[in-house]
Structures are given as C-alpha cells and as structure tokens.
C-alpha cells in the first residue's frame, strides 16, 4: 500500500504527454508547500525540485519563460489599476451630478444658498487673517534690507563723528563717496515711482557745486563763498522745513537727511576744523577769504554773500522753471509731484499757502518762486557769522540734526505706533464682524440643510 503511494507521487512530479496531470508534471512553487511542511530544508528540497536525474528539457524551458509571466503580470495589474480610476473618475462625477441635481431641487423648493454663503464667509476670513498677518509681519518685522539700512545708517552716523572730530582733514573724501552712491541711487529710486522731479531741487544742485567747488574749482573764491551762503542757509533750514528726519531704518529719510546736512558738515570741516597750513595748499579759495583783512575785496561781506549767492540761484530757478515747470506741465497735470506741488498741499493750511492759493491759478507758481527766494535770501542773513565762528558754526548744526532727530522720534513713536495700532484696529473690526457672519451662516446653512433634507424626503 505504502508503495504504490510513493509510486504515484512520484509520477504525479512528472508532465504527461498531452500536457494533463495524469504522469509526468513539473515541480510545483506553491508557497504552501514551503510554509506548511514540517520537514525543515532538506524535505522541502526534496518534495519541491526533483533529483537531477529525473530533470527534463520541459523543465529548463518553463523557467526560461518567467520574465514573460512576470511581464504578463504587471500589465494585468497596470490595466486593473487604470480600471479602478476610470470607475472612480465616473464615481466623482456621478456624485457631483447627484449633487447639481440636489441643489437645483432645493433651489426650485426655495430652500436659500447657504452653504455658497458659508463657503464664501469662510473665504472672506480666510483673506481677513492672511491680510492681518501680512500686516502684522510687516509691522513687527523688518525686512532684510531695512536690517541693512539701519545698520549702515547707524555705523555711517559713527564714523562721520569719528572723522568730523579725528579726522577733518579726510572728511571731504568721505561726504564724496557717499554723495556718489547716494544721489545716483536716489534718482533711480525716484524714477521708479514717478517722483525724480525733486531730483532737480535747489539742495541736489548745492551738493553738484560743492563737488564742484572740492575737486575743480578749488581756487574760486565766488564759487565757494555761493556754495556756502546755499548749504548753510537754504539746505540746513530745510531740514525742519521738509520734515526730513533720522529714520535709521528707511533709506529714503537717510538720504534725504544726507542731501541736507553734510554739505553743511563738509563746510564746517573746510572751514573751521582743517589746519591752516592744510587748508592754504588744498582750499586756497577759503584760506583767503577767511583769513583776508575786512578792508580787502577779498574779505565777502553780507552784500557779497547775497549776491553771488543769488546768481547760481537764479541760473537753478530759470532752468527748473524751463526743464520742469514748462516742458513737463502735462505730466505735472497727470499727477507727477514736484516741490511746488508737495509744498502747496502740505502747506495749504498756513498763512503763506493760503496767500500763494490765493493767487490766480498762473500767477500761483510765480508767487511760489517769489517767496522761495525771499526765504532762501532770509536764510543767508546768518552765514557771515556761521563763516567766521566755529562755536557758532558748530551750535548751528548741533540744532539742525536735534530738529532731525526729534522728527525721527516723533515718526518711530507717534506716526508709526499710531499707524500701526489703526491698522490692527480695523483689521480686528473686520474680523469680528466676519466671524459674525461666519457664525450666522453656520446657522442658517445647518437650518437649509435640514430643510433641504424633509423636502427631498417628501419627494
């Protein structure tokens, strides 16, 4: 009995001749054979592959054709996948359709759209909070390039101190540089945004001929006592006259306080600081004038001052009259601001803006050029003492850049903590009021919601 078992089990390893399992068959993988046996490896081997004698050429060629039934194999699975999204696609559209059709009933039942309501609630919030956070981090974080400004601004504040009191010899080196990064930057800064009309004010044409007075005309008596009569009087007194003010985080308000009041630094260093020796080789203009008898024509009194102050003056107000004023009325028209512009609208409330407005509309911008020249004249009246005192000099400027500095602080503490404080005030209005809404929304979708569902239950 046990032999003719062992007979058959042997014959059923074996392929048949028609192909049936009757005989001859090939060794079975299953994984069943080798996870359910209990004889260890060598009775799986024996039971799975059969001895090398018994090994025939069917079985070599049934494992040469795996890969083919390997390749067989993922096609079926990547056409069984492609099954299964066609079926979910068709799903997906099913359910919105089921849907439309759903809305539609309600629509034609009366029922309102709420939940389109809530959702477009939920939007408007969504914006309100990334609007707040926007402003929050611009508020309370600045920027990589306002770091940079502040930082430059403050070590520029330092070494000019350190130079104006260790170095006065150098300083005019030093207020050149930056003047050559500056202005140009201003102007490319400026033209982006449409305001490169100020780039043509009487303070950036002081600064070009004080370059000019340093580094061409050093011997030109006339040109330096102009330069000096419109930087220590018109550029140091519009400091509290167009509000600039140490900003050390804005690069705008760092120029702006630049433009004004290093001329009026670079002077006070060629003038009172430098020695005489130095200064009789480098600035002979300013060695004979300071150091002239007072009977000498040399010797530029008040008059003087007025007058050859007055004659680059004039040549500047003519050609931005001409350059701006005329040639560009249109785009003045359009919006484009100018000195004149900003001056009139920041100024309308006082006496001198009221006086110019009420003018006739052509006769404004003559009035306006008649009494920025009676201020810059009223501003030279001091400059015959500013020239010959250094204390006085010196008190002068230490009152200018206190007056800038006090508008720095009244901009860090009152008009930016102000601002910042409205904005977050609105911002926190609206969302209250939109979480309200969200609320009620909420509401009135669950209450069509229900409604929705008793009228599709009543169908």
């Not at 399992?21 to 209990?38: A, C, V, Y």
């Not at 609007?131 to 306002?146: F, G, I, P, Q």
């Not at 931005?320 to 000195?339: E, F, M, Q």
Request: proline letters at 5%; one cysteine or more; aromatic letters at 12%.
């Amino acid at each position: 009995m046990d032999d003719s078992e062992s007979r058959k089990r042997e014959n059923s390893d074996y392929l048949s001749v028609d192909g049936s399992n009757d005989g001859l068959s090939t060794p079975s993988l299953d994984r069943s054979s080798s996870t359910n046996s209990d004889g260890g490896f060598e009775e799986f081997g024996e039971r799975v592959f059969p001895p090398l004698e018994r090994l025939t050429i069917f079985d070599i060629l049934e494992n040469l054709a795996l890969p083919q039934r390997l390749e067989r194999m993922q096609q079926a699975m990547q056409n069984q996948a492609e099954k299964v999204r066609r079926q979910r696609t068709k799903l997906t559209e099913r359910a919105l359709s089921s849907t439309n059709i759903l809305v539609g009933e309600l629509r034609k039942r009366g029922v309102p759209e709420e939940d389109l309501k809530l959702e477009k609630y939920r939007q408007r919030v969504k914006n309100s909070v990334e609007r707040l956070s926007r402003t929050w981090n611009d508020a309370k974080t600045v920027t990589l390039k306002e770091k940079i400004t502040f930082t430059l601004a403050v070590m520029n504040l330092i070494i000019s101190a350190y130079m104006l009191g260790a170095f006065p010899q150098n300083f005019h080196y030093w207020y050149t540089a930056q003047v050559l990064v500056l202005i140009p930057l201003r102007w490319y800064k400026y033209r982006q945004i449409g305001f490169h009309y100020f780039v043509a004010d009487l303070c950036y044409f002081v600064n070009v001929l004080l370059l000019l007075s340093i580094w061409f005309f050093p011997q030109s008596k006339r040109l330096f006592i102009s330069v000096f009569c419109l930087a220590m009087g018109n550029n140091a007194v519009a400091i509290p006259m167009w509000r600039n003010s140490v900003v050390f985080h804005s690069l705008d308000k760092v120029t702006s306080v630049f433009i004004h009041f290093m001329p009026c630094a670079t002077l006070h260093c060629i003038v009172h600081l430098l020695p005489v020796t130095l200064q009789q080789v480098r600035f002979p203009a300013v060695h004979t004038i300071k150091y002239s008898p007072p009977t000498a024509p040399e010797h530029y009194r008040l008059k003087d001052m007025i007058l050859w102050a007055t004659l680059p003056y004039a040549i500047w107000q003519l050609s931005y009259h001409i350059l701006i004023t005329v040639r560009k009325r249109d785009k003045i028209a359009a919006g484009r601001p100018t000195s004149f512009t900003w001056l009139r609208r920041s100024y309308k409330n006082t006496f001198l803006g009221k006086l110019v407005l009420s003018c006739p509309e052509k006769a404004q911008e003559p009035a306006f050029m008649a009494i920025q020249y009676l201020y810059a004249l009223t501003t030279i009246l001091p400059c015959p003492l500013w020239f010959s005192s250094l204390h006085a000099s010196g008190a002068f400027l230490l009152i200018v850049f206190a007056w800038a500095s006090w508008n720095g602080a009244t901009y860090y503490i009152d008009i930016f903590g102000k601002r910042l404080e409205r904005e977050l005030e609105t911002l926190r209005v609206e969302v209250a009021r939109l979480n309200g809404a969200l609320e009620g929304g909420s509401r009135d979708a669950s209450r069509g919601r229900k409604e929705g569902k008793e009228g599709v239950e009543g169908m």
